[in-house]
């Protein structure tokens, strides 16, 4: 994986969603009877995406109110473009 010495893996044992999903409990994103994240000073985590990310992983930052972003592809190759 050519992690750093501090990097971690999150294994799931399911879907990518799942392991989305056990990341924002993690973190604090999905707490019991929250439904949106109240940040201090209105700043909104802001989560970054591909354009082949399925809508259901996108969604679920959006329900807790993250400024989610879509990366854009470049023309030339249909990959991320990270310029």
Do not use: C
Not at 39 to 53: C, D, F, K
């Amino acid at each position: 994986m050519n992690a750093a010495d501090d990097g971690s893996v999150l294994f799931s044992g399911f879907e990518r969603t799942s392991a989305i999903n056990k990341l924002q409990r993690i973190i604090g994103f999905r707490q019991p009877g929250r439904r949106r994240l109240q940040n201090a000073g209105g700043n909104r985590p802001l989560v970054l995406v591909t354009h082949v990310e399925h809508y259901s992983n996108q969604i679920t930052w959006e329900k807790y109110n993250a400024d989610v972003r879509i990366v854009p592809r470049a023309k030339s190759t249909s990959m991320q473009d990270l310029e």
